[in-house]
């Protein structure tokens, strides 16, 4: 049941009718499904465009896999039988794509990242596309990619002139400007302190936060505290080399980092990790790493990658704070079809 | 335990190490590999060049859905807890592409197709990844964009240095040349029959009759029998308006028909398709097929598709008969990683 508050603003916003997964096929022929759907091709166009440019090789990563394919929320995975054995629906390609830049250079993905995730809301899907790099290289590099992306899929959206008609504002869009604004976790976490709100160093920041300290333009949020975050980013005193793309209307778009490529502390960073934790208590241990810690040992190089959220990228190029109208077949745990 | 054969064929054959998935990791670092990567990436790269020129929206499709995203091989489903509801992996994003083109016209999807196929062998994977179109358009046109797709996707592949520096023979696909050949179901079935070959009119082919009837070129096998074919193909006398294209190497790579759009006449087809029994053992029935089946009623659009299997392509570019040395993840029962 929606609030009177939730039905107002999708009564006012032109994609109203699709902030709703209830009754998907009866939007499925309309007139601004097909804005998005459009928006959304052009914004992959323009990812892609980008890697040929910059000479990335696309690489097909498996979608069935062991927890090596899970992101740091182990809770979240979807489990299947697979010939007797646990299979899991793949969150990340990273470690995969990871395998492969010491003879390939820069790769890259894009597909379907899995969540079991119960909520019906305007937050969260089951699956979700992901355009995920990786490449041998530096920390500053990884955003100028980062930035280099997003911009491409902003701008090449922005032109959709279907967006306009719609009545959606592309000037947001259109002011997008190169580079993006920086501020450290350590800095955000002050930043937020002066706003009165409760928070400590340490911490992850929550969705409002993230978008409080947006505003109206992409922001980067780099060197968050090690333990919050995926046990394979680069070490950097008590800080890893990580940035987080905020984005107005949906936060946290996308996350990367530098990768550790010391052998000896990947394994120290591994087995003291809170996802550690989690998997030991699924009977999980470190020989699920064994071939991605092999790979590491046998190559190491210095290197970096992220992943971007298509559908939150969306959220602010469709101006909405609901996902469910960012793609054309959102799913959640009452969308199967 | 690899016969003395198949090691005589992997002992020559340029790829020959990648044929195997029980010790995958071992060579993802190998040069080889390096080459399927950037032939693989060559292929989906002319692939999507094509759609764009050609006008084609990229969608996103589920990846888990109801049996409306199975092809007619219901037995080879993966099946999954979806919160409670049997959810499966898809087969194909074929009805979901389907549901689109009354507003978007041409829609194209690249992605993951999943088969629960417990055989580790060189023609068996449990996902690769398959391409696929839906357009408003008849059978003709249908015909014209499987040719130009594969060609160009041939075509890119061979033009990579690499493949010939690795002892692959790219002569062979540089002679590809269009038209591609063709001939109908009834043409293949007597001409196979003047080979000595014991098969009567309404069976299926099999690999072995698709590669003799092809020999060194690409060929459209045409109109197969109704009853032998996916529900939706659209009927022609005892026949179906569809096209098969056979690949020297891999026999089968793509799968094509005109899509029925009289509802009724669908309605009927589906009720009395050998999938539909198979469905109703498992419980399920017209209802399934809802959301579907209305769509077509709403928007009765003469339509076509086809789903073009990547790996096969990559069979008769890399010239091996072994679908797991032509992508860097092959997934099978004993690859799971």
């Known amino acids: 049941m929606k609030t009177i508050t939730e039905t107002k603003i999708a009564a006012t916003h032109p994609l109203g009718e699709l902030m709703q997964t209830n009754r998907r096929p009866s939007v499925l022929g309309s007139a601004e499904l097909a804005v998005v759907a459009r928006a959304e091709s052009a914004a992959l166009a323009a990812a892609r465009h980008y890697f040929e440019k910059e000479g990335f090789t696309e690489v097909t990563v498996p979608h069935i896999t062991q927890v090596t394919g899970a992101c740091e929320n182990i809770d979240t995975l979807f489990e299947l039988d697979y010939f007797g054995e646990s299979g899991y629906l793949v969150q990340t390609g990273q470690l995969y794509l990871e395998a492969l830049i010491s003879r390939l250079g820069k790769v890259y993905c894009i597909g379907p990242s899995f969540r079991a995730e119960p909520d019906i809301d305007e937050r969260h899907l089951t699956e979700f596309t992901l355009v995920e790099i990786e490449f041998p290289g530096d920390f500053e590099q990884l955003l100028a990619h980062m930035e280099n992306i997003t ?8 032109s959709c002139e279907a967006l306009a008609e719609l009545g959606i504002n592309t000037g947001r869009l259109k002011a997008v400007k190169k580079p993006f604004a920086r501020m450290t976790y350590d800095e955000a976490i002050k930043k937020l302190q002066q706003h009165g709100i409760d928070i400590s160093w340490g911490d ?5 936060h993230e978008k409080l300290l947006a505003g109206d333009s992409p922001l980067f949020i780099t060197h968050y505290p090690e333990k919050i975050k995926f046990f394979n980013m680069r070490r950097n005193g008590l800080h890893v080399n990580s940035c987080d793309l905020i984005l ?4 946290e778009a996308a996350g990367a980092a530098e990768r550790e490529h010391d052998h000896k502390l990947l394994c120290e960073k591994l087995v003291n990790s809170e ?3 989690k998997l030991r208590k699924r009977g999980k241990d470190v020989k699920d790493f064994k071939w991605y810690l092999d790979i590491v040992e046998k190559y190491p190089i210095q290197h970096a990658g992220c992943g971007i959220g298509l559908n ?4 602010f190029i469709l101006d909405t704070d609901d996902i469910r109208a960012c793609t054309p077949f959102p799913m959640n745990r009452e969308s199967l079809m």
Do not use: W
């Open 204 to 208: 992850d920041l929550k969705s409002k």
């Open 275 to 277: 996802m550690y934790e």
């Open 151 to 158: 911009y491409a899929m902003i701008h090449a959206a922005a």
């Open 312 to 315: 939150r990228v969306m959220q």
């Open 248 to 251: 107005p209307r949906s936060g």
